[in-house]
């Protein structure tokens, strides 16, 4: 089943740059070969491309052995809300303990990080022999927990509790005899001198295991689904696919769940960069780059609500969806989701001509959701883009649960996309081959 190959990258890619490693690693296995952003670029028809940035998002492209004629993007992002630890990490707690000190990164569920082992993960910069170097790291067992107040000293935790980032949620990392070990931790985990440690960006990460569970099997739990289930179903289809007109391109994005303004996330040039870069090295002009857009599609992928079993009342009455009910196509009148009535039904003749399954999700009309990366890029790059994910529970807790058939789904939704052809005949007129 597909929720195998899921969960194997899950349990590897405890944090966006170890997503993305693992991402590469897949293209590489799939005759990808790697371009520097600093390098000059000499691309061959039929040539198989990525290129990353800050070793947190990576795009992948194929030059067409046919006409450049079109360009597909499946788009997700490698982020999940999560805590980061702050520089001087340390903090003494009168001379008992010794806690680490972290922000939150993204909106998350509190509570769910509480009383479990957590671990940390992410990159470290040390000091090479010509300048910095990128180590990732993690540190790969149980050593942290953000431990409860006993009910008995507060009353209030099943009354609606409201936990303070500051002084709830600080990660015990061990006794007093801790003092003074965790930069030597993370340095031997990078391989490095501590003196030689210049800069990182460490995340903490559930150590729960990936579980697949229900009376037949039928559903996953595990963290950061939102969005790697996304990155990793649409990598898979992407080196799967064999199309033979128009550039099939892959985006992994980071910092999605904080608004995407960095330099490597879906508010930056960095498609825009690749894309043209691409396309000039290919030996065509500006011309042929807005011709191509203008037959362009993205598929924005990031996973949505199923309706809860608790709380069927928090969903749309007539566009709620399930868990293994297919891939989801989100609609929002105030263009939260970017999909129309044309990039709708221009996915929706892809899915039924390959079998596969969709459902519709609109918010509830007093319930305002939350956004994704396809509108934030398509303000850099304009084409017709649809919104879609698959079907979820517990978003943004450190434990969420998915279908377990639906990841296949994904795949197969990602390599239909990639093998059609499609053309803007005339705005508004559309021919999918």
Known sequence: MAVKGLIDFLKSSPSAFHAIDNLTKILKDNGFEKLNESG?????????????????????????????????????HSDSPVFKIKENAEIEVRGKYVQLNTERYGGMIFSTWLDRPLSVAGRVLVKGEKGVETRLVNIDKDMLVIPNVAIHMNRSVNDGFKYNPQTDLAPLYGDIRARGTFRKLI??????????????????????????WGENGEFVSAGRLDDLECAYATCMGFVEAKPENGMPVLAVFDNEE???????????????????????????????????????????CDNAHAMHPN??????STNNVQMNGGIVIKESANQKYTSDGASKAMLRAI??????????????????GGGTLGNISNSHFSLNTVDIGLAQLAMHSSYETAGSEDVGHMINCARAFFDADIKCIKDGEYEIG
């Open 258 to 300: 904080v608004g995407s303004t960095t330099k490597q996330g879906a508010d930056s040039s960095f498609l825009t960069d690749v894309l043209k870069r691409a396309f000039y090295a290919m030996g065509l002009d500006e011309e042929a780059f807005m011709r191509a857009a203008a037959s362009s599609m993205m598929l924005s």
């Open 311 to 316: 709380h069927p009342e928090f969903s749309d």
């Open 187 to 212: 340095s031997d985990a990078a391989g490095a001198e501590e003196k030689d440690v210049l800069g990182s960006d460490l995340f903490l990460y559930s150590r729960v295991d990936p579980s697949v």
């Open 351 to 368: 899915l039924d001509d390959a079998n596969v399954p969709y459902q519709f999700f609109a918010n509830r009309s007093d319930m305002l």
């Open 40 to 76: 000059k670029w000499n691309l061959k028809k039929g040539g198989k491309y990525y290129v990353t940035r800050n070793l947190s998002s990576v795009i992948a492209f194929s030059v067409p052995a046919g006409n450049a004629d079109s360009i597909r993007i499946c788009a997700s």
